[in-house]
């Protein structure tokens, strides 16, 4: 058995529930920080020695392609998966099977920001010879109807699972985060070239046949990036450092990251705060704990409140609190 698993990197997702923002980009693509969300699940896979990847493409597959290229650049060998029709996260799979050549995987979401002891989660699963482990993140007791729940014995085994149970009759805060590691068995499960779904579909037939089914109780961040606000609080939770993530550039005051030149007027802009190459802030002192893209603009008359800018756009005279500004569009969080 190899000592890292490979993993696949689930991008083929239409990002509907993000749209106006993924209407022209890739769900993946969404920057946190001003880098894609997928390039930090990459560099969270290569921390942990999981360095052959694939990706499956369909919504606006060719912009994660001419990013990524081979993964040579990002420290990891990747191939990718075009689907002419989406075929869901265990058919996505099944259609790259080859590629695992017969050993256990890694499947993770290019739209999720996680902050995971992967390394943890594989020893983990070889330890109770899983066939598949699935790790869960402890959310809210208020927020256990906004996700898929999962109802564990006391060694791990899975027992059951919840579909956004309200808070009264959920019996477990555990959430499904969409990472798995899976032994190639499980794909047996899974029709060759139909659409089929892990959570849905394949997990519910490893319950009824009683297979070896764990959780791994992930301790680390994680953000399920499926609407706007949860987009923006990524962004909000990366620059207040609870992401596990940092940006990339200089730290030129004390929480304050440039990525190369940018015209910011004396005392614009209060930190923390993430500033693109080449962005311009000319609104003084009203301009708090920004992200703002490459090649922004933000005029003088401008009022920006934890604000996520996307590279290249010029913000309007405006006052905004928790918006985000991609092009062509404000979208308020």
């Not at 002419?84 to 979401?109: D, K, P």
């Not at 794909?187 to 997990?203: C, I, M, T």
Request: with cysteine; charged share 20%; net charge negative.
């Amino acid at each position: 058995m190899a000592s890292h698993p490979k993993g696949m990197i689930l991008a083929a997702g239409g990002g509907t529930r993000l749209y106006p923002l993924t209407f022209a980009t890739a769900k993946p693509m969404v920057p946190v920080l001003n880098r894609p969300v997928m390039a930090h699940i990459v560099a969270l896979l290569r921390r942990h020695g999981v360095t052959h990847l694939i990706a499956n493409l369909h919504h606006h597959g060719e912009q994660i392609a001419s990013y990524f290229g081979d993964g040579s650049q990002f420290g990891v060998s990747l191939e990718y998966s075009r689907e002419e029709q989406i075929l869901g996260t265990a058919g996505g799979a099944r259609n790259v099977a080859s590629f695992f050549g017969g050993e256990s995987f890694l499947v993770i979401g290019g739209d999720d920001l996680a902050d995971f002891d992967l390394t943890s989660m594989t020893a983990f699963h070889r330890e109770r010879s899983a066939l598949a482990t699935i790790a869960v993140s402890q959310v809210d007791p208020g927020r256990v109807s906004q996700f898929g729940i999962v109802v564990t014995e006391d060694d791990g085994r899975i027992k059951s699972f919840e579909e956004k149970p309200q808070a009264n009759e959920a019996k477990s805060r555990l959430a499904n985060t969409g990472v798995y590691i899976l032994e190639p068995e499980v794909l047996d499960l899974v029709p060759a070239g139909e659409f089929f779904d892990f959570g849905k579909q394949v997990f519910p037939l490893l319950l009824e046949r009683g297979a070896p089914f764990f959780a791994w109780v992930a301790a680390g961040y994680w953000k399920d990036i499926g609407n706007p606000q949860e987009y923006l609080e990524a962004n909000v939770d990366s620059l207040d450092g609870r992401a596990g993530i940092t940006a990339e550039g200089e730290e030129i005051a004390p929480g304050v990251w440039r990525d190369g030149a940018a015209e910011i007027v004396s005392g614009a802009v209060e930190g923390p705060a993430v500033l693109g190459a080449g962005c311009r802030v000319e609104s003084a002192g009203h301009v708090r704990r920004p992200v703002i893209g490459a090649g922004a603009r933000i005029p003088g008359r401008a009022r920006l409140d934890e604000c996520v800018v996307w590279d290249g756009v010029d913000v309007p005279e405006m006052a905004a609190r928790r918006a985000i500004f991609a092009p062509g569009c404000v979208v308020w969080a």
